[in-house]
């Protein structure tokens, strides 16, 4: 096929999707502006249904990993950068009900503050699941450290969304690759075997996961 003529095949398949919009994105970023830019200076909501219209997106299912890494440090100010997404998540949902879902931030790294921002964002917020990194600094999901977060995601038979990462040991490894090429999958890879031979799947079975 020549360059132009993938060009066309391409331009067709994106007016015809914008005729029949029917695709849902799981995996859609959005950036909160009391977080600061964190690498997506480009964002506004306009831009995210700009790009579902052009595309024939119909529906996202909104995330904010950034909001998780800040989450990771295991302090107040770590929960506080979740509780903030969360809630900016909610108003985005809230302005485009048949648009937008969220999946809320969850401080893994704070039992505590995990179990809390569980709560606000299923019973306050209304949230349509969660999203967590397929690393914290140094654990993956099935670490015995996360037993009572994904206890009461059990309970909660609630929607896990499992985003990559870059592990701590391994992103500035040099590769000649991006970690986004590189680690990203092979975190993945590690969060599902970690789930799996920790018996985290097995014993949490209300649990839906995204991968």
Known sequence: ?????????????????????????????????????????????????????????????????????????????????????????????????????????????NTDGALKEIEYALDTLKADGFQIGSSTIDKWPGDPAFDPVFAELDRRKAVVFIHPTAPGCCGNLATGAPSTILEYPFDEARAIGSLVFNGVTNKYRNIRFIF
């Open 1 to 109: 096929v020549t360059a132009g003529g993938a060009l066309s095949y391409f331009a067709a398949d994106i007016m015809k999707a914008q005729n029949n919009p029917r695709r849902v994105d799981m995996h859609h970023h959005f950036q909160p502006p009391a977080l600061g830019n964190q690498g997506l200076q480009w964002w506004t909501p306009k831009h995210s249904l700009d790009m579902m219209d052009k595309y024939g997106v119909s529906f996202a299912m909104i995330s904010n990993p950034s909001a998780s890494q800040l989450a990771y440090d295991g302090t107040q100010k770590g929960n506080d950068a979740a509780r903030k997404s969360n809630e900016y998540g909610a108003k985005l949902v809230a302005e485009n009900p048949k648009r937008f879902g969220l999946f809320a931030a969850i401080p893994m790294n």
